[in-house]
C-alpha cells in the first residue's frame, strides 16, 4: 500500500503542484488587476470633478487692493 501512494504521489503530484500553482498565480494577477482597473477609476473620477472656486485667500486682487487700501489708510485725524 504505501508504495501505491508513493507511485501515485510521484505520478500525479508534480502534474498537480503544477495546477494548484498556475491557480494560484491566476487569482494573485485577477486581484492585482482588479486593485489596478479600482485606482485606475479612482484617479478618472478624481480628475473629472470640476475645480472648486478660487476663492483662496489672495486670489482676489480687487478685495486685496480693497483691505491693502483700508489697511494703510490714514484714520488718524488731527485738528
Known amino acids: 500500500m504505501p508504495d501505491r501512494l508513493l507511485d501515485l504521489?510521484?505520478?500525479y503530484g508534480?502534474?498537480?503542484a503544477v495546477c494548484a500553482i498556475a491557480w494560484l498565480a491566476l487569482r494573485i494577477y485577477e486581484n492585482v488587476r482588479d486593485l489596478?482597473?479600482?485606482a485606475n477609476q479612482q484617479v478618472d473620477d478624481a480628475l473629472?470633478?470640476?475645480a472648486?472656486?478660487?476663492n483662496q485667500?489672495?486670489?482676489d486682487t480687487d478685495l486685496l487692493?480693497?483691505?491693502t487700501a483700508a489697511w494703510n489708510a490714514d484714520t488718524r485725524k488731527e485738528n
Open 57 to 59: 485667500p489672495g486670489t
Open 14 to 16: 508534480p502534474g498537480f
Open 48 to 50: 473629472t470633478i470640476p
Open 36 to 38: 489596478l482597473r479600482r
Open 9 to 11: 504521489l510521484l505520478v
Open 52 to 54: 472648486a472656486a478660487d
Open 65 to 67: 487692493n480693497t483691505i
